[in-house]
């Protein structure tokens, strides 16, 4: 059995790699990101925190609003891409269970695609509690444990990607461990990048799709692959 420190290495090293030979092809365009900023109304006197930004795919959808920027992430490959890629943002090492900032100092807070695989969860979700403003407004995007492809694929075929921690919750499960850990849920939403995908492949490339748009899936949320959560600090 690892250790915290031992897998916390293995996870970053999966990272380093990712990014080191697959880099950009690992990522969803720039606009596609778009819509998480939208869903949070990012303006430009916010001050934006993005978790896990990776090779800073969200930031750099941010720059258009001229809102003050920073990001974090565990992999120093990213780090290093994304500080050279965008210089005027504020890019750190840091593990998302120990942020190196001060209380309360973030308007907006995102981290997509990243939070199912941190170690301590709990750790992670009370330190973007911690540095977010009173009124700070969260956007987290989850994968589903309750769909076919996590099911059936990822854990009975056993190909649930181990060294990146790859993990899933229920629409429940994520529900109540915000709850736990101080936050309101504001809306829940499918995520959209498929939803845009599909609508472009259904007119054969023929129909402008809007990255800001929130598309219906046409199904119940609970079936959805990822869940977009919109989150608020719950008032004490």
């Given at each position: 059995?690892?250790d ?7 996870i970053t ?7 080191a030979k697959?880099?950009e ?18 303006k ?56 190196p ?13 990243s ?7 709990g750790?992670?979700l009370d ?20 769909t ?18 790859q993990?899933?919750?229920s ?20 995520d ?11 007119s054969?490339?023929?129909?402008h799709v ?9 199904q ?17």
């Amino acid at each position: 059995m690892t250790d915290s420190s031992e897998e916390q290495q293995q996870i970053t090293n999966w990272f380093n790699t990712t990014y080191a030979k697959k880099g950009e092809r690992y990522l969803r365009k720039v606009e596609a990101y778009e819509i998480f900023l939208s869903l949070v109304d990012l303006k430009p006197t916010d001050a934006l925190l993005d978790v896990a930004c990776g090779l800073g795919r969200l930031l750099q959808a941010a720059q258009a609003s001229n809102c003050k920027m920073t990001g974090v992430d565990i992999s120093p490959i990213a780090v290093a891409k994304t500080k050279a890629l965008l210089p005027q943002a504020n890019i750190l090492e840091a593990n998302a269970e120990n942020l190196p900032f001060e209380t309360g100092v973030f308007d907006v807070i995102t981290c997509l695609g990243s939070l199912e695989r941190m170690i301590d969860l709990g750790a992670v979700l009370d330190e973007l509690h911690r540095v977010g403003s009173k009124d700070a407004r969260y956007c987290i995007l989850v994968r589903n444990s309750e769909t076919v492809v996590w099911k059936w694929f990822k854990e009975a075929l056993g190909l649930r990607n181990k060294a990146g921690h790859q993990g899933a919750k229920s629409l429940r499960e994520w529900t109540h461990i915000f709850h736990q850990h101080g936050f309101n849920v504001g809306d829940v939403l499918p995520d959209q990048y498929p939803l845009q995908r599909k609508k472009r492949w259904l007119s054969l490339g023929i129909a402008h799709v809007d990255p800001k748009q929130v598309l219906d899936s046409g199904q119940a949320i609970e079936r959805t692959g990822k869940f977009i959560f919109l989150l608020s600090k719950a008032k004490v």
